[in-house]
């Protein structure tokens, strides 16, 4: 059943209306639009981190966007396998969504100009600390004594997102929906 909320797998094109209920009921915890991505590493072990939810491809769409820097690890597992699995855990609602599918990576050199026009819209929409974390130095070094390095300038949503900014797009295959309560 494509509506069943306890644990069964949700209809790919049905599942958008049950995750926007479950995001406005969870609107008051900024932690709610972190979920945990899993992809494949070279070894084909897995890895897994928090990325940040940064809503829908446009208003019809199911594709999930998040934004990454080029320099991560998860840009290279992505290239060679694009398959993901996102877990996504609402704790006011107390409900979890399994969210798999194929994971699109929008960079500068970007020939759709439509996914272009979405990653400057989601350069656009962050905060400026939040572009600015772009310009830091490349993501898993260590951290030195100079912080400095971490405190760029802020950057305005009037520049141009910089090179090493990257916008995902998750077009799910499969949901599952699970609750809690």
């Known amino acids: 059943d494509d509506d069943d909320d306890d644990g069964a797998a949700m209809a790919v094109n049905?599942?958008?209306?049950?995750i926007v209920k479950s995001l406005k009921r969870n609107s008051r915890l900024a932690y709610?639009?972190?979920a945990q991505l899993a992809t494949v590493?070279?070894?084909g072990k897995p890895a897994n981190r928090t990325i940040v939810y940064r809503?829908?491809?446009n208003d019809t769409s199911h594709k999930l966007t998040f934004v990454t820097d080029k320099r991560s690890k998860k840009i290279d597992e992505l290239n060679a396998n694009p398959f993901v699995e996102?877990?996504?855990?609402?704790p006011q609602t107390r409900e979890q969504y399994r969210i798999a599918g194929k994971m699109a990576?929008?960079?500068?050199?970007?020939?759709?100009?439509?996914?272009?026009k979405a990653r400057?819209?989601?350069?656009t929409r962050m905060s400026d600390s939040g572009r600015s974390q772009f310009a830091w130095p490349h993501p898993g070094q260590r951290r030195t004594s100079d912080d400095s390095l971490f405190n760029p300038e802020p950057l305005t949503n009037e520049?141009?997102?910089l090179d090493d900014f990257c916008l995902l797009v998750l077009d799910p295959e499969q949901v599952d929906h699970l609750n809690l309560k």
């Open 14 to 18: 049905g599942w958008r209306d049950t």
């Open 32 to 34: 709610a639009r972190y």
């Open 41 to 43: 590493r070279e070894d």
């Open 55 to 57: 809503g829908f491809l």
């Open 86 to 90: 996102l877990c996504w855990y609402f």
């Open 105 to 116: 990576v929008v960079k500068v050199d970007e020939q759709d100009q439509s996914m272009l």
């Open 120 to 123: 400057e819209r989601a350069w």
């Open 159 to 161: 520049q141009p997102p």
